[in-house]
T-cell receptor
Framework: DTAVSQTPKYLVTQMGNDKSIKCEQNLGHDTMYWYKQDSKKFLKIMFSYNNKELIINETVPNRFSPKSPDKAHLNLHINSLELGDSAVYFC??????????????FGSGTQLSVL | GESVGLHLPTLSVQEGDNSIINCAYS??????FIWYKQESGKGPQFIIDIRSNMDKRQGQRVTVLLNKTVKHLSLQIAATQPGDSAVYFCAETHTGGFKTIFGAGTRLFVKA
């Protein structure tokens, strides 16, 4: 069973469109994240959610709206897509940050290409 | 890896040799450090971690060294194998923090 699964794996779309990426973890973890990886492999945190509550918003444009309907899911909706949004987006989870379990478990990524 | 320039730093080693990947971290408040391995088409995967009350930790074929004085972290891989070829990231955070910061990454090539 895949621990952190995200869909779709590939997303190709036109500039100006709206798209969503879904993420689910079956590890029973409390905290979920979205990271963006650019073409140079640089990984940057976007959002952290703990028990469905937003904890970190790393100065991400308002066009990006995460939603966590429950602890096991963290979806990412992107409005008015721009060329610069092209990247690989990774969902991750960790067990219990406040208890000292900060180790991240990553999904396999969603490669977004904006044309 | 080391945060340098525009290109991903690359380390090329012969199969069977030892590899050392270095990383300079930035935040003096960080007290938990992790190495992740990312293979092509996959997400980063945990390799080994170390807390700031230690300066060395060993796993199976991997060792992490921490020098807090100069804010330096290194990953040593013994008897490097072709399956070790990947991009390696150091990461830092503080205990109870919800933000793990990743270094720039180092690409490891293993020559057969």
């Amino acid at each position: 069973d895949t621990a952190v699964s995200q869909t779709p794996k590939y997303l190709v779309t036109q500039m100006g469109n709206d798209k969503s990426i879904k993420c689910e973890q079956n590890l029973g973890h409390d905290t979920m994240y979205w990271y963006k990886q650019d073409s140079k492999k640089f990984l940057k945190i976007m959002f952290s959610y703990n028990n469905k509550e937003l904890i970190i918003n790393e100065t991400v444009p308002n066009r990006f709206s995460p939603k966590s309907p429950d602890k096991a899911h963290l979806n990412l909706h992107i409005n008015s897509l721009e060329l610069g949004d092209s990247a690989v987006y990774f969902c991750a989870s960790s067990q219990d940050v406040q208890g000292g379990n900060e180790k991240l478990f990553f999904g396999s990524g969603t490669q977004l290409s904006v044309l | 890896g080391e945060s340098v320039g525009l290109h991903l730093p690359t380390l090329s080693v012969q199969e069977g040799d030892n590899s050392i990947i270095n990383c300079a971290y930035s935040n003096s408040a960080s007290d938990y450090f992790i190495w992740y391995k990312q293979e092509s088409g996959k997400g980063p995967q945990f390799i080994i971690d170390i807390r700031s009350n230690m300066d060395k930790r060993q796993g199976q074929r991997v060792t992490v060294l921490l020098n807090k004085t100069v804010k330096h972290l290194s990953l040593q891989i013994a008897a490097t194998q072709p399956g070790d070829s990947a991009v390696y990231f150091c990461a830092e955070t503080h205990t109870g923090g919800f933000k793990t910061i990743f270094g720039a990454g180092t690409r490891l090539f293993v020559k057969a």
